[in-house]
């Protein structure tokens, strides 16, 4: 027969709660008797175990039932209630039971006292109310911590999708400049467009291993941008320079990957770049494990094609990590941006 469990905490409570409740029930009922006498300690210790036990799978089966009809957390209030009647009132049966077995058997030293009974409910209706209480609190906590559980599983659900969704932005971001930057080149100078082309293939095979993770080393990075640097001079030849300043032991500090390009994407984007007017981008770290990202600021006059992704992705990748947001300054002479090394 499979005993109706009700918590799984069930035998612990029932080991720490029936030794006390027999002794103090037992000794409402009968009285001093019940300490002094050995054959109305055993005897009644002995009859009011198995009436306790019938009491609890009765008391079990009734709660199982209650939580069937009132399943939902926001029913609690119905829910304890209705099981603290149902069972107050099924144990003060087992004590009135429990009284008229000891009158029953003339139980030595017992005498059938109708204030004992009385008191001996009183008790137990007591018990009741605390025990409910106990299971009810222990059932709320144990469906608090399973929500628990349910939201931080959906919320790294959730964030690993935005977080996916961002890293897909970059390639077509990337290859949608890119191709405009060829286009003007085929009709400019078709040799440097062969010689664009190629570097692209190799910055775009990059482009798909690096999405597959949401942090990268700076070092990879670093190395990632001399490609895309070389890249970008096939287009704009010396009117772009990049300097790097970065401290020692900064290189396998992570970053989301792609972060620079798409920094000095935008600083190409949005400046005038000409041999008499040059853009000079600079990558430094500094004491704090920061990466400052600038550049002169000369913007152009007419806003560059853009599909809206750029510095709003790197924000939200940060965000999406956990991580301090990027900021960023400008003062009318230059645009800095600053992010964090994980």
Known sequence: MKLPVFSRYDWLLQIIVLPLYISIINWLLIGNAYWQTGTTFGLATGITLIHSFINWYVNNSIGLKINEIHPEPHQYVVRAFRLFIACAISSNLHVGALFFIYWFIAMPGFEPE??????????????????????????SFGHLQQSRKELDTLSKA??????????????????????????ALISENPRQAETFAEELSSVYRY????????????????E?????????????????????????????????????????E??????????????????????QQQLIVSNNLQRKSSRALSNGVGLSNIISKYRMLGQPIPRVEEDGLEFRVTVSLV
């Open 114 to 139: 109708i204030p004992r009974l009385l008191l001996s409910m009183l008790f137990t209706t007591i018990i009741a109310a605390i025990v409910v209480i106990t299971y009810e609190s222990i059932h």
């Open 158 to 183: 959730q964030l690993q999708s935005e977080l996916a969704s961002l890293r897909q932005q970059v390639n077509p971001h990337f290859l949608f400049n890119s191709l405009n930057s060829l286009t």
């Open 207 to 222: 482009l798909l291993r690096s999405n597959e993770n949401p942090l990268t080393p700076l070092a990879n990075e670093l």
């Open 224 to 264: 990632f941008v001399e490609s895309y640097y070389h890249l970008l001079k096939t287009r704009h030849g010396e009117a772009l320079t990049l300097k790097t300043d970065i401290r020692p032991g900064t290189e396998m500090l992570q970053l989301p990957p792609l972060t620079l390009q798409l920094l000095i």
């Open 266 to 287: 935008n600083a190409v984007k949005h400046n005038i770049i000409l041999p008499e007017q040059p853009l000079v981008i600079m990558l430094k770290t500094d004491e």
